[in-house]
């Protein structure tokens, strides 16, 4: 699964990516710093089940601290979106086939106020960020109708002569961004369109037929960035109109904090609602900063947004579970007695046969059953797996 960073230009995307990963990229407050796409391993926040499961655990594929499970999940950052995008402007629309590869998508936007439609710096509370989130998401509709209504006309044609259904042909056009056949079949459904008609459809069907497809198989979230800002704060109510997940954000105080985490100034796990100074004889400025961080954001919002907005993503938008596999049910330990070694981030309503595919397609090809380790029960290959399971596969190739 990958999660993408979506917004106007100057938002603050890098900044954001960058805090969740700690890669170095472009930052600056102008439109168009970025120009290729960044991509990283961020982390899911999930309480490990070891405490649960009264075991000390040897984490492998992720860390633990304290109990706090960090699991690497990837992170796309893309070029800002401006009106217009979806006919070339700005940097254009290559970039959105990048974002549209994400399985969910976090759309930065700021939140204060303080940047114009096109990524340039105004009077700080001007801007409405409520609109910006209209603009992108119609920039990468009208992109989205451009490649469905290729060939169209033939294509509608050619599906009433024959009594077939447009689908086939639509989610063909979309197979690149991960439409299939089956999600095109039911937003014509939810739609009450009849696939086999489309000469009779409405006017305006595609355009929702294009949003169908993307508010239901790229489901986002809005970051509410810049939350640090005085201006933020009466902007963020309104973003929430028609029921979005809005996740107050200060990327910058986030990036600040996970930079200070590495040096050893602080003590701070991504998504914790405080950190604690842990060097002596740092700074003025640097005191500074970290008050600020505390004052600004910290204490108004209870975190800084970032690790809470990629968790949202997966955990909220793709209903992920994150799943144990070990090779004994009993110690939870691996063939070489590491406890609990691996976390696993599945998409929702994966199964028993899902985790043994993801661990290695032998043992899904002689998978036999799943174990819990909790209850002992014997699961089968259509198990839907639950968050926090610890199971064993069993399977007639190599036992366990
Ligand atoms: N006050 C404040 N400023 C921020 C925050 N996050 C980012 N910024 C600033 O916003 C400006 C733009 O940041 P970038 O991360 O480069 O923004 P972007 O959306 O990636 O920009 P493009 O790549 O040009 O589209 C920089 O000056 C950042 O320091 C934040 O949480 N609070
Ligand atoms: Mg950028």
Redesign the pocket.
């Known amino acids: 699964m990958i999660v993408g960073i979506l ?1 106007k ?8 990516f960058a805090a969740a990963t700690l890669k170095s990229v ?9 120009i290729k796409p960044n991509v990283g391993m961020a982390y899911l926040r999930t309480k490990c089940v070891h405490q649960e499961m009264g075991v000390e655990d040897d984490p492998r594929n992720s860390v633990c601290s304290g109990g706090v499970r960090l699991i690497p999940v990837k992170l796309v ?1 893309v ?2 979106l401006v009106s217009g995008a979806s006919s070339g402007r700005g940097l254009g629309n290559q970039f959105l086939e990048d974002i549209m590869q994400a399985d969910a998508v976090v759309h ?1 936007v700021d939140a ?1 106020g303080s940047t114009d439609q096109e ?1 340039q710096r105004t009077e700080p509370g001007s801007q409405d960020p409520a609109k910006d989130v209209e603009m992108v998401e119609r920039e990468v509709d009208l992109w989205l109708l451009e490649i469905v209504k290729r060939d169209w006309e033939k294509a509608s044609k050619l599906s009433e002569q024959l009594k077939t259904s447009v689908a086939p042909p639509l989610a063909q056009r979309l197979t690149g961004i991960g439409i299939t056949e089956a999600m095109v079949d039911e937003a014509l459904l939810r739609l009450h369109l009849k696939g086999d008609r489309p000469l009779s459809w409405p006017a305006g069907s595609l355009e929702a037929l294009v949003r169908e497809l993307r508010e239901r198989n790229k489901p986002s979230l809005i970051a509410a ?5 005085p201006t933020a704060a009466a902007k963020i109510p309104a973003l929430k109109a028609g029921g979005r997940t809005v996740v107050p ?5 986030e990036l600040l904090l996970r930079k200070a985490a590495e040096a050893g100034v602080v003590s701070y796990t991504p998504g914790d609602p405080s950190f604690k100074v842990t060097k002596e004889g740092i700074s003025q400025a640097q005191e500074r900063a970290l008050q600020l961080v505390k004052e600004r954001v910290l204490d108004v919002y209870g975190s800084t947004g970032v690790q809470q907005a990629i968790d949202q993503a997966y955990f909220g938008l793709l209903k992920a579970v994150v799943v144990y596999p070990v090779e004994d049910e009993t110690k939870l330990t691996n063939k070489d007695g590491d406890v609990l070694p691996d976390a696993y981030v599945m998409s929702g309503g994966s199964t028993a046969l899902d985790l043994a595919r993801k661990i290695h397609s032998d043992l899904a090809a002689t998978f036999l059953y799943a174990v819990d380790a909790r209850s002992k029960m014997r699961l089968g290959a259509d198990y839907t797996l639950r968050d926090r399971d610890v199971l064993k596969i069993v399977s007639s190739g190599r036992r366990g």
Do not use: Q
């Not at 472009?26 to 970025?34: E, L």
């Not at 960035?225 to 800002?229: E, T």
């Open positions: 917004g230009p100057n938002v603050g995307k890098s900044t954001f472009p930052i600056a407050d102008f439109p168009f710093t970025t950052d070029a800002g930065v204060s990524g960035n810049k939350a640090d800002l954000c200060a990327a910058e105080a």
